[in-house]
């Protein structure tokens, strides 16, 4: 076993919410950070779904268990319970069914760590208000008409959709663009206007 | 090994079993030879033994030159020293099917009863879960439990799906490449094109041509030259011949026009001397008869229930004969009972062949897979 190496900081905030020794499933794991880091430092049996051949082909390569498929059509195939955390980093928005997919992971594992770009950034209610077109920044910056982000929802929705499906969120908090938490721990409000990204940790109610 | 055979010309080390072995059609084989060829050195714990299955018309020179044909092994840019299966490293044995004409009892070995005449076509009908039953057997004997690993691919990955299957606990990964849980309709359909041109050849005297002293090699030869087109992309015929002319000052005369055709004429000659035409029959039948689901109300994943062995799938984008969604369906039913898979599709325009040629990103992607699962099993 190699020494323990530093990991992206959004990274490092998600493995903070997993337990050692536990089932993970990594959704969009891309070459696979995550889960190498799970395994290595949290003797977790981490595995990846990933759309991108390439990225899958890059972490197979480097010995992860990885599979290419899809969060929308193959969550379907694994069983109840399969797994301790089912995690959704950054990708949520860019799924078909986001809620679908919320409620195969919290099917297939008994917790859900998912992370998204906040649509209710003060920065991005700022470019609409004033130049009233679809807002550019370093998260969201592709046009509409070809960006793969086709489900934007804020803070403040999601914990909405939570609530609605049935989901208790036993923790939460706001992020900067590098993924490193910020101080808006307390009020949903403040979170939703100046944290970059959410973090949830779901389990079902 | 004690009951090996002395090596004298075109005998291939092999071993044999006095006990015979029992067949899925209900009959038995009184006696059953081994023919393998072993690579690397097995390590005191037994642990880091790596079974290679050969695909229909392969054999055991996996990594070494083939006595048969003088060719090297026909892995040999995956299989040796500091290559993607580490013959450094791992210990690799390659056993001929059971069926094959290599060695291994099949149907040009002595008749059961009638010895020395061979059994022909009266060899039984054996299956993909016979042939991996004769492999445990001969893996036993080496003293081996547990296998680091199965690999194959096409038949040889069917092989790699039932060991999985068959003995869950006796193989921590399992390699099965441009693979499929059963043989199609469409693939059933191609075998049985072969099987009919065999049985067409006058040469083939309802399988007992040995006692005419002849080899349908006409039949044999066309059998091989229908497979092979199965076994490539138009993309890479394309690449390969396009429609290139033969003989461009000699059109008037009947006979090959185009490249692609002395191509697969040479495809079909070299093949008929090194093959047995009823053993041809009777593997390409095994194949037929394959679907691992068959046994479990055709509930795939039913037949890996509680499976801890770690799986990589690997299947080419250009291969039709055993396509990406034959893989993907594998993963999905590997998904249902949990497992440990890794699947990844290789871009590759070479067909179905892609697994056998110089695919970088497959040797390197088998690679990897192999030192993770190494650092699992704690042989890194």
């Known amino acids: ?205 | 090994m004690d009951q090996t055979s002395p090596t004298p010309e075109r005998t291939h080390e092999s071993v044999t079993f006095a006990q015979g072995l029992a067949l899925d059609c209900g009959r038995s084989l009184r006696s059953l030879t081994v023919a393998y060829r072993s690579v690397g050195t097995l390590n005191a714990t037994r642990s880091n033994a790596i079974l290679i299955c050969h695909a229909l018309t392969g054999d055991q020179y996996v990594a070494d030159t083939n006595p048969m044909t003088g060719k090297p092994g026909w892995w040999e840019r995956v299989v040796g020293p500091g290559l993607p299966i580490d013959t450094d490293k791992f210990f690799v044995v390659c056993t001929n099917v059971l069926g094959g004409c290599m060695g291994t009892t099949g149907p040009s070995s002595p008749h059961d009863e009638r010895a020395p005449e061979p059994w022909g076509t009266n060899f039984p009908a054996v299956t993909i879960n016979d042939m991996v039953r004769a492999q445990k057997r001969f893996i036993t004997h080496l003293g081996v439990e547990k296998l680091f690993a199965v690999i194959g691919g096409s038949m040889g990955g069917m092989q790699a799906l039932s060991w999985a299957a068959l003995y869950p606990e006796s193989v921590f990964a399992a390699v099965p490449i441009a693979a499929a849980a059963y043989h199609s309709a469409q693939n059933i359909a191609f075998h049985e094109i072969g099987r009919q041109a065999i049985a067409a050849d006058p040469l083939f005297h309802d399988g007992r041509y040995w006692s005419h002293g002849v080899t349908p090699e006409r039949g044999l030869a066309v059998a091989r030259m229908t497979a092979h087109i199965t076994y490539v992309s138009e993309a890479a015929l394309t690449r390969k011949f396009g429609r290139k002319l033969q003989d461009v000052a000699n059109l008037s005369a009947l006979g090959d026009r185009f490249e692609v055709e002395s191509y697969l004429q040479y495809q079909g000659s070299s093949f008929v001397r090194r093959f047995d035409a009823n053993s041809y029959l009777t593997i390409t039948r095994a194949m037929d008869l394959f679907d691992l689901a068959a046994p479990h109300n055709g509930v795939l994943s039913s037949a890996f229930s509680g499976t801890r062995t770690r799986f990589l799938l690997v299947s080419f984008s250009s291969d039709w004969l055993f396509p990406t969604a034959q893989s993907r369906s594998l993963a999905r039913a590997l998904n249902h009972v949990a497992a440990n898979v890794s699947f990844v599709e290789v871009e590759s325009d070479k067909g179905h062949d892609a697994f056998l040629l110089d695919e970088p990103d497959f040797h390197r992607i088998l690679r990897g897979f192999l030192a993770g699962c190494a650092e699992h099993a704690g042989l890194a």
């Open chain 1, 1 to 205: 076993m190699s020494e323990p190496k530093k990991i992206r900081v959004d990274l490092a905030l998600i493995a903070g919410m997993v337990a050692p020794h536990s089932r993970v499933l990594d959704i969009g794991c891309s070459d696979g950070l995550l889960i190498e880091h799970l395994f290595r430092n949290l003797q977790c049996d981490a595995r990846g779904l990933e759309l991108d051949m390439a990225a899958v082909t890059r972490a197979v390569t480097h010995g992860l268990p990885v599979m290419q498929g899809d969060a929308d059509s193959d969550l379907a195939t694994y069983p109840d319970g399969a797994f301790d955390y089912v995690v959704l980093s950054r990708t949520l928005q860019a799924v078909e069914k986001p809620r679908e997919v919320l409620r195969q992971m919290l099917r297939i594992g008994t917790h859900a760590i998912v992370s998204f770009p906040n649509f209710g950034h003060w920065s991005l209610r700022l470019q609409l208000l004033f130049n009233g077109r679809m807002p550019m920044t370093s998260n969201w910056n592709r046009m509409w008409f070809e960006t793969p982000n086709i489900h934007p929802c804020t803070i403040q929705d999601f914990f909405a959709l939570c609530e609605t499906d049935g989901y208790r969120v036993e923790r939460w908090l706001a992020a900067d663009e590098a993924g490193a938490r910020t101080p808006w721990r307390r009020s949903r409000t403040l979170a939703n206007l100046f944290g970059e990204q959410g973090l949830f940790l779901l389990r079902k109610a």
